[in-house]
């Protein structure tokens, strides 16, 4: 395992926002972290991230007990994060972008013909087809978007890779579009953590199922384990929805 939690918890104030969480990431394997709005989803994954500290449990990274002071020194044990709400500059290049602060130099500038080469080079390894890497960002799809920020972890040498509801802004074919760069990614033998709220996004891609629910876990499933239908009702909150139709219903 690259990555486990053991009953990890964070409380913010008097908000308990995560209690007694336990996940792993296996290096080549998909982890899903499935759950409600304020289920405590991305508290959990910026612990992972370094942004934030646990105040219960245990963090382990290849199997030692470890405790990160900054997303620095997360991204130093090549665990990078892809937020969805990216950190790109739409007016700036794919290039640009793709570097961003971390650009090739020669003598006092960039060495801008190896940049735009190694971006190209990188996003059709990706089986991204970015037709010109000095296009703006901007100009890009969501779906295209999320893919240069995944090609871009890749290339600086994560190991994990998480992705904080990378889809959950894209129609279906452009979620299908990073799915597939998350097997992809998968393949290349990275741990990916992949949060969403969409059963259906999760099932085909993971491996094993993180479900939360108001901050606690309702367990984490190998695939084996899980049937999607299962995940499906899980998620949706049965009971729940049933009182609502109720509800809803006409005099
Ligand atoms: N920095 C913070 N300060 C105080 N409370 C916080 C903070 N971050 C999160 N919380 C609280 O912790 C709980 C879990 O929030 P979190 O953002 O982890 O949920 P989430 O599963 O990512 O939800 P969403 O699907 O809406 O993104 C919520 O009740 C939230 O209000
Ligand atoms: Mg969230």
């Known amino acids: 395992m690259i990555l486990q939690t053991k009953g ?62 900054s997303p620095r020194d997360a ?18 290049s794919v290039w640009r972008n793709f570097f961003l602060g971390s650009e090739p130099r020669k003598g006092l500038g960039f060495d801008v013909a190896k940049a735009r080469r190694v971006a190209r080079d990188e996003l059709r390894a990706m089986g991204i087809d970015v037709r010109d890497v000095d296009q703006p960002v901007g100009t890009l799809s969501g779906g295209e978007r999320q893919s240069v920020a995944i090609a871009r972890a890749v290339y600086f040498g994560a190991r994990v890779l998480i992705l904080d509801e990378p889809t959950s802004a894209l129609g279906v074919k452009q979620a299908g579009v990073v799915l597939r760069y998350i097997a992809r990614a998968r393949d290349r033998g990275l741990g990916v953590v992949f949060i969403t709220h969409n059963p259906h996004h999760a099932y085909p891609v993971g491996d094993r199922f993180l479900l939360l629910n108001r901050g606690t876990s309702l367990g984490e499933f190998a695939k084996a384990d899980i049937t999607r239908e299962k995940l499906t009702s899980m998620m949706a909150g049965e009971a729940e929805l049933k009182e609502l139709a109720h509800e809803l219903e006409r005099d």
Do not use: W
Request: glycine share 14%.
């Open 8 to 69: 990890i918890g964070k409380s913010f104030g008097s908000v308990l926002a995560l209690r007694e969480v336990s996940m792993s990431v296996e290096a080549g394997h998909v982890t899903c972290v499935l759950g409600d709005n304020g289920a405590g989803k991305s508290t959990l994954i910026k612990i992972l991230a370094g942004v934030h500290q646990h105040d219960a449990g245990s963090l382990l990274v290849d199997g030692a007990e470890t405790r990160f002071g």
């Open 75 to 92: 991204l130093d044990r090549g665990i990078a994060t892809v937020y969805q709400d990216l950190a790109m500059i739409p007016l700036m």
